[in-house]
C-alpha cells in the first residue's frame, strides 16, 4: 500500500477497533449481575463507566486485536481480551490521577474521575476496574483452551503488576524525590516497566491467541518493546513541547516536578532520534511477516509520531 493509502486504512482499522471496544465494555460493564455477583453499586459503575467509556485513543486494545489478526485470530474471544487489558489501562490512568499520585484534574478531556466523583469512589472503580479485567481474561467465552487463558491471565498479571506497571509507576514516584540527575539506563528501565509493559502484553496476548510460533513470537515481541518505548519517548516530548488542549491532560508538569523522563536525561532533540529510530527499530521486526504487517507497522509510525 502506498503511504497516503496505508495511512487511511491504519485509521479506519484504529476506529474500528476503538468503536468494538467501547461497544464491548458498554456490555461488560452493565448493571447486569453475573453469577456469584450480589450487587453492583449504582455510583461505583457509574465512576468505572466514567473512568472507562467514551474517550481514550484504545491503542492496547488495538495492537491485540490487529496482531491476532494477522494471524488469523479474530472475534468476541480477541476482544474480550483486549478489553481486560484496556480495563487495567483505564484503572491506571483513575489511580494516577489520584492527589497521592500525579494530582491531575484532566484526563482524556475532562475532569479526572475523582474530580468528577470523590477520591474514595475513584481509588474503588480503579480496584473493582483491576479486578474485573482478570475475571474477564480468565472466564470462558474469552478463548476456547483454558491453557491459552491461563496463559493470557499469568502474562496480563506480570505486565500489570510489581514487575510491570505498579512496579514502574513506584520506581517514578521514588526518581521524583531524588535530587541526583537520573540515569538513562533508569529512565529506560522505569518506563519499560512503567508505559512499555502493558503496550508489549498487547502485542504479546495477541501473539498468544494467534498461535504465533517461537520465531513469530519473538519478532513480535521485538516489535512491542520498541514500540512501547517509542510510545514512551513521544509521551516525554509532548509533554515538553505538547499543548493542554491537544493533549486533553495538563502540558509541560514533567519538567515542573523533576521527573525522570528521556528529554531530561537526553535533551529534546537527541529524544527525537531515539523517538524516530525505535519506530524504526518496531518496523524492521516485522520484516518477517510481509504485507500482512502493515497495518502494524503504520502504528509504529502512529506512535511515534502522535499529537494526543
Ligand atoms: C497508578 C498503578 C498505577 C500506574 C500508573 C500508566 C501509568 C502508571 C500512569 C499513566 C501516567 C501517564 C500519563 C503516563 C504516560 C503514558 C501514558 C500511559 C499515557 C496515556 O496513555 P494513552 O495515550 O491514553 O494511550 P488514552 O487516553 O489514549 O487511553
Redesign the pocket.
Known sequence: MSGEVLRDAFSARLVAVADATEHMLDRLLSPHLLPGEKDRPSRLLEAIRYGSLG??????PFLLVETARMLGAEGEGVLRAACALEMI?????V??DLPA??NDDL??GRPTCHKAFDEACAILAGDALLTYAFDVIADTPTHPDPAVRADLTVMLARASGLGG??G??ALDLEAESRKEPHSREFVMLMQSM??GA?LLNAVEAGARIGGADAKQREALSRYGAALGAA??VA?DILDAEGDTAAL??RAGKDADRNKATLVAVLGIDEARKRRDALAREAIEALAGFGDKAEILAEAARFTAMRK?
Not at 55 to 60: I, P
Not at 89 to 93: E, G, I, Q, R, V
Open positions: 474517550g481514550g485513543k484504545r491503542l492496547r489501562h483505564c484503572y491506571s490512568l489511580h494516577d499520585m500525579d484526563r482524556r506497571m505498579v514502574g509507576q512503567k508505559t502493558l510510545f514512551q509521551d486533553g491532560k494526543s
